[in-house]
């Protein structure tokens, strides 16, 4: 495990990346759970309702009514169902989604006050696992997070489902080119995959930020991050109206669950990504860590906001935006960047 | 708008406005043309706007369409047919009813149940008054058919029961004599209507 983080900070020890690990797991696990609170709230909001109301303040213990329920609730296999593949896809997609949480930078890093016994004195990394090649590690993972819907279709012996696995293969395909290619222009700039550099390179403000060198990256690479956490417009894996709930038709109670829990802590990668790459991060000086929350809390409003907004488009559009039109801008992109480097 | 033309159900022959769809691109040009121009139209724009707006408007201008049911009651129409109150005369209190027994005879199914007797001072009074509900089809005759205005249809709507057959004595619907000052006179179903008193006219006798 090799460090890239600035030269006087104390050694990353393995008590530290456990705990950080730790952190991270119950800290995102409840942000998420939250983020279906707010995406709630919001979309109810534009739509000139309450939303959730009679649940605690604000409706605010909704969200551990909707613990309780999901984890009582019983856990059926269907008969005819790959039993095994069914009962591992929404883990996969739970896990995927926090192993590649674990290249990002979530949180300060702190060390913990000396007067704690046990732990005192244990350096906590901002970054969990700091990789020089995190950018190609998130994305992978992300990717291979597609799996869970892909197996879970497949397996659940359900009309819907292999529509839904039919429909993730596709999405998978068309979105992840365009998802690397229109990264590789920043990443051509930085000269580097690992998120504290890109992080180093904006550290001069908001007049350094990759936005303003990389503007068409970052609305395809946004595009392609809607696609791959499955939101609104491009929400084909479990579109109600048309598939009643596409791969995840035949889950109940915590498998669900997973599969929840999964794209929301997706949602939250795919915003740390657009906002440390393309926003400037985090600043360790200044107000610091609030940037990058308040980074993260837009992108992540962002995606409510898309999804009360804008119809969601058929596969084939899907295939033709991405093929068609994304991936020649993005080539393009990335050959004009090249250019400009040269020159 | 005619009777002979609301009748006219011929559709192909009346006079309809059709939506401007534009061409559709045959070309290559065209086409390249067209996908530009979408690309770079801001209706995505314009739809992101006016969520935002609605979100604003509901959150600071208190523009919010939800009703928390329970709690808050949209205001319903006088003319809304719901469990019947009994009204009293607003001078002495007494009950309006004088027993004359047409809301059970015109009830249609037959769920108005009602007893009278005269009393000391040779008066009509109403000793038995119940009505059905588990029959009653909320028509609206009993209101209707009253002549003193003392059997209303009053606001409550709420009529989930633990039993098929619910009955409703007189002393449930009859307005409680605390609370007269409270009771709306009733503007409703079978009411006189706002201009009655212009429709008023000599009764020809000239028979």
Redesign the interface.
Known sequence: METTLVQNLPEVTAAGVIIKAIIILAVISAIAGFGTFIERKVLAFMQRRLGPMHVGPYGLLQLAADGIKLFTKEDIVPQNANKLIFMIAPVITAATAFIALAAVPVFPDFTIPTWIPLLGGVFVPSIAADLNIGILFVLGMMAAGLYGPLLAGMSQANKWGIIGAARTAIQFLSYEVVTGLSILAPIMIVGSLSFVDFNDYQAGGIGSWLIWQQPVAFVLFLIAGFAETNRTPFDLLEHEAEVVSGYATEYSGMRWGMFFIGEYANMITVSIIAAVVFLGGYSVEGIGWITIILKVGFFFFLMLWVRASWPHIRPDQLMWLCWKVLMPIALINILITALVMMA | MGLEQFKNRNVGTQNYTNLDVGVTPVTNKDKFTQ?VKR?LKGE?FV??W???R??G???FLD????V?YPFEKLPISPRYRAIHDMLRLLESGHYRCIGCGLCEKICISNCITMDTRYDENQRKEVTEYTINFGRCIFCGYCAEVCPELAIVHGPRYETASEQRASFSLFEDMLTPIDKLNLQQEYDGFGAVSPNADDNIKQTPLAY
């Open positions: 996908v690309t995505l739809g992101l006016v969520t935002l609605e979100m408007k509901a959150l523009n919010m369409h939800t928390q």
